[in-house]
């Protein structure tokens, strides 16, 4: 609910902070007095268009702060968590600031992080609605009324059962069209992929060929001073005064002498043995290389003809030359895919109307129980009616089917709320037919009923009261209590029997200092309240009359 209400330079209104409570809280004053500039600051607050006329005249800024104090679970915290704004304040507080400078340009803030009007907007439907003729959010949006009916009826779990159903059958269409799409496409393609799946086919690549290529032209580039360099070395190592020859022959003529050199031998002959060792595999391993040399004058060309053909290959189809081996399998599947394209599209066709059928079927169980609450709404509003002098006046809630094409996760229905406020005329939407005060009778009437399923705390009735009296107004007073009980309601109204029914009554007033007008609000009680009621009661002139019917209507308060 709305707990505070800050205003600075806001047309009349120099300095204004304003505390509210749950209940109904009634705001009274003259006409002119500037009642219609409270409800601009909050609506402001609320994502209103922003206007430079809204700066008090010698000011620079605009500013407006509500604040409001919320439930852990209400669902503006999931809105700002869903924009990836800290939501947590830890204290269930909500507090948004707007300003707007003489240009008309305007910011916003959220629990002090910058938010944009459009997310202010949002927010602001969560968190207040107001009714009446100059401001209308929330129920009058023909889009609002499937959820509304759905909460009266508490079908709130069967609409999310529908919902998961339609996002599944949704799921597999999609799955069918994208199959279908890639078919098509494969199809209209098909030539080309055999030709060049025969063709990969027969070049045969292998990731790492292309490298192993290179390194193996760079050898035959070079064969002959390699294989002349190897033979060389080779002569120097093994002939008759090669290495191994020298090696054996220090072996020998140590191993005569050792056992007279106590022992100080044995670490050169072990190292000689070793050396002989390692110079035989270097000679075996030249002899290996020498050999491997291909010395067939064709086998650079056959070599770099099959690197070209790689390369070509590889230029014709965008890719590297590593890639070849992968794309002629993707164009293996896709020539796979056309060929069991029947079988694929059949399935998914089989799964889709499956998934269709499940919808449906959910779809029309809460279809049917939304007809049935439909039947049980009408009536309760109605009874809400007569009293408010609507009498003649049909509210009905029209839940119609859609054609397949307009199904979606809400179900296979529309809901609408229409009115008809004359016998005989054609019902139609709340806001084309209702007037003004008509209108917030029936935003009233619906509220009453509709008052435990709204996840709005805060309501705002702007002159409910239009063109009523009497009777009709008590009336008016007593539901607004009564939904006070339940939520915080905020009414604007120059009915003393309306005002009589608040829990708090805040008097809209204007003053002057010297030329300088400015409008304040006090909240009233005691006597200020019974000479504020008097003066709605008997007007400019208030009578010790008027006086004793003020304090009849605040005792007859429940």
């Not at 080309?192 to 580039?221: F, I």
């Not at 590297?320 to 081996?325: C, E, I, M, Q, R």
């Not at 809901?415 to 003004?436: D, R």
Request: proline share 2%.
């Amino acid at each position: 609910m709305l707990v505070s209400l800050t205003i600075r330079d806001v047309v009349l209104i120099e300095r204004l902070s304003l505390s509210f409570r749950k209940g109904l809280c009634a705001l009274t004053g003259e006409t002119g007095a500037g009642k219609s500039i409270l409800l601009d600051a909050l609506g402001l607050a609320l994502g209103a268009r922003a206007d430079s006329g809204l700066v008090r005249h010698g000011a620079d800024q605009a500013s407006v702060t509500a604040e409001f104090e919320l439930s852990g679970d209400h669902p503006a915290f999931a809105i700002l968590k869903e924009q990836g704004l800290d939501a947590d304040s830890g204290d269930g507080a909500l507090v948004i600031r707007r300003t707007v400078n003489t240009d008309g340009r305007s910011r916003a803030w959220v629990n002090d992080q910058p938010v944009g009007v459009g997310l202010l907007k949002t927010l602001g439907a969560e968190l207040v609605e107001v009714h009446g003729q100059f401001d209308t959010h929330g129920l009058l949006n023909p889009q609002t009324h499937r959820g509304v009916l759905d909460a009266y009826a508490g079908l709130s779990a069967q609409a999310a059962q529908v919902a998961a159903a339609h996002r599944a059958w949704r799921q597999v269409e999609d799955a069918r069209h994208s199959a279908a799409a890639d078919i098509a496409r494969a199809r209209s393609e098909e030539e080309y992929l055999r030709h060049a799946v025969a063709e990969l086919d027969a070049l045969a690549p292998k990731p790492g060929e292309e490298e192993e290529l290179s390194e193996t032209r760079a050898v035959l580039m070079h064969r002959e001073k390699l294989v002349d360099g190897m033979n060389a070395a080779y002569a120097e190592l093994s002939g008759d005064r090669g290495v191994e020859r020298a090696l054996a022959s220090a072996i020998r003529t140590l191993s005569r002498i050792a056992d007279r050199a106590g022992g100080t031998l044995d670490p050169v002959i072990a190292a000689l043995d070793r050396a002989a060792t390692e110079a035989g595999e270097a000679i075996a391993a030249l002899q290996t290389a020498s050999s491997s040399v291909d010395m067939d004058p064709r086998a650079l060309e056959k070599l770099e003809e099959r690197l070209f053909a790689l390369r070509a290959a590889a230029r014709k189809h965008g890719v590297d030359v590593d890639a070849l081996a992968a794309l002629r399998e993707e164009m293996a599947g896709r020539l796979l895919l056309i060929e069991d394209q029947g079988d694929l599209l059949a399935k998914l066709a089989k799964e889709a109307e499956q998934a269709r059928a499940t919808f449906h079927k959910a779809a029309e169980t809460l279809s049917a129980a939304r007809r049935e609450a439909a039947g049980r709404l009408d009536v309760a509003v109605a009874g809400e009616l007569a009293p408010l002098k609507m009498e003649k006046a049909k509210f009905r809630t029209l839940v119609e089917p859609l054609d397949e094409a307009e199904w979606n996760a809400s179900g296979i229905d529309r809901v609408a709320f229409q009115v008809a406020t004359n016998p005989g005329s054609p019902p139609g939407a709340l806001n084309k037919i209702a007037s003004g005060g008509e209108l917030a009778r029936f935003m009233l009437a619906l509220k009453v009923v509709l008052a435990q399923t709204s996840t709005v705390g805060t309501l705002v009735f702007d002159e409910v009261d239009t063109g009523i009296g009497g009777a009709v107004a008590a009336a008016v007073g007593e539901r607004l209590e009564t939904l006070g009980h339940g939520l915080q309601v905020l009414v604007v109204t120059h009915s003393p029997q309306v005002a009589a029914r608040g829990a708090v009554h805040l008097k809209v007033q204007k003053s002057q200092k010297g030329e300088q007008v400015t409008t304040g609000v006090a909240e009233l009680d005691g006597d200020e309240r019974r000479e504020e009621i008097a003066r709605m009661l008997s007007g400019a002139t208030v009578t010790a009359e008027a006086r004793a019917a003020a304090d009849s209507l605040i005792a007859g308060r429940g």
